[in-house]
Protein backbone atom coordinates (compact mmCIF):
# COMPACT_ATOMS: atom_id res chain seq x y z
CA UNK A 1 0.00 0.00 0.00
CA UNK A 2 1.70 3.26 -1.17
CA UNK A 3 2.51 5.71 1.70
CA UNK A 4 3.36 9.12 1.83
CA UNK A 5 7.51 9.94 1.54
CA UNK A 6 7.00 13.33 3.64
CA UNK A 7 4.35 14.81 6.55
CA UNK A 8 2.09 16.93 4.97
CA UNK A 9 2.44 20.19 5.88
CA UNK A 10 -0.18 22.36 8.12
CA UNK A 11 -0.57 24.54 5.19
CA UNK A 12 -1.43 22.25 2.44
CA UNK A 13 -3.27 20.65 4.80
CA UNK A 14 -5.15 23.61 5.41
CA UNK A 15 -5.54 24.53 0.97
CA UNK A 16 -6.99 21.15 1.07
CA UNK A 17 -9.58 21.73 3.93
CA UNK A 18 -10.54 25.15 2.43
CA UNK A 19 -13.95 24.16 1.44
CA UNK A 20 -15.03 22.34 4.23
CA UNK A 21 -16.11 25.35 6.45
CA UNK A 22 -19.85 25.47 7.46
CA UNK A 23 -21.60 28.24 6.02
CA UNK A 24 -24.45 30.13 7.45
CA UNK A 25 -28.17 28.99 7.51
CA UNK A 26 -29.83 31.89 5.13
CA UNK A 27 -33.40 33.80 6.89
CA UNK A 28 -35.82 35.62 5.31
CA UNK A 29 -38.47 37.56 7.04
CA UNK A 30 -42.04 36.44 6.99
CA UNK A 31 -44.63 38.52 4.70
CA UNK A 32 -47.37 37.37 7.35
CA UNK A 33 -45.82 37.94 10.60
CA UNK A 34 -42.47 39.54 10.05
CA UNK A 35 -41.02 36.68 12.06
CA UNK A 36 -37.32 35.29 10.72
CA UNK A 37 -38.10 31.84 8.82
CA UNK A 38 -35.88 29.63 6.42
CA UNK A 39 -36.66 30.27 2.52
CA UNK A 40 -38.80 28.00 0.87
CA UNK A 41 -40.11 26.33 4.46
CA UNK A 42 -43.54 27.35 6.17
CA UNK A 43 -43.13 29.74 9.26
CA UNK A 44 -42.92 28.04 11.97
CA UNK A 45 -44.72 31.10 14.08
CA UNK A 46 -48.21 31.34 11.95
CA UNK A 47 -48.13 28.78 9.46
CA UNK A 48 -48.06 30.47 6.28
CA UNK A 49 -46.31 29.60 3.11
CA UNK A 50 -47.13 31.80 -0.03
CA UNK A 51 -49.66 33.71 1.37
CA UNK A 52 -51.47 30.25 2.28
CA UNK A 53 -52.34 29.04 5.76
CA UNK A 54 -50.45 25.79 5.82
CA UNK A 55 -50.47 25.08 9.70
CA UNK A 56 -52.69 26.16 11.78
CA UNK A 57 -50.82 27.28 15.55
CA UNK A 58 -52.92 27.73 18.57
CA UNK A 59 -52.03 30.92 20.44
CA UNK A 60 -51.61 29.31 24.28
Same mark, same amino acid.
Given at each position: ????????????????? /? %? %???????? /??CPECSEMKRPHMVCPECGHYKDKEILEIDDA
Open positions: MPVPKKRTSKSKKGMRR /S %H %HALSVPAF /SE
